[in-house]
């Protein structure tokens, strides 16, 4: 991934206070920008701006000259696509760290909570089990509904 340790320490740190089925929508925009956006923007900067105005590499950023015309060639569509791609998996990335956070936590406190010492022969399943699967179920409902296969 193309993204600097800092970089993705932030994200990560954001990350822990955005719900997480925010955090898919997020990454499901990151890779529209990539699939769809970002191609759609060159292609009309070059319909506009005949001989370089949004093709690939060039440019220093920026987009504007100081009398607010567009300078052609400065639309880095390259760039733009590698910073959607890493910041799409970042995301996704973030979203399986924070449910695996919770269910990690799930499982600690069910583990450290009682007195196995006292505990008599276990008769049927835990509900803990129950809570991970239906957890799990909906950590899929989730993907499934908010990303596309793939």
Request: glycine share 14%.
């Amino acid at each position: 991934n193309g993204m600097s340790p800092n970089t993705a320490a932030a994200m990560a740190a954001a990350a822990a206070e955005v719900p997480t089925p925010l955090l898919l929508v997020y990454a499901r925009l990151a890779t529209f920008l990539q699939t769809d956006g970002v191609p759609h923007i060159a292609r009309e900067l070059d319909s506009f701006f005949p001989g370089g105005g949004g093709g690939g590499g060039g440019g220093r950023g920026g987009g504007e000259t100081m009398t607010g015309g567009w300078t052609p060639g400065s639309f880095n569509a390259d760039e733009c696509l590698r910073m959607s791609a890493a910041a799409a998996s970042a995301l996704v990335s973030a979203y399986v760290e924070a449910s695996g956070r919770r269910l990690s936590l799930m499982v600690r406190r069910s583990m450290s909570t009682p007195n196995w010492l006292d505990m008599k022969e276990p008769r049927d399943v835990r509900p803990l089990a129950d809570f991970l699967l239906d957890d799990l179920a909906g950590i899929e409902a989730e993907t499934a509904q908010i990303l596309e296969d793939g």
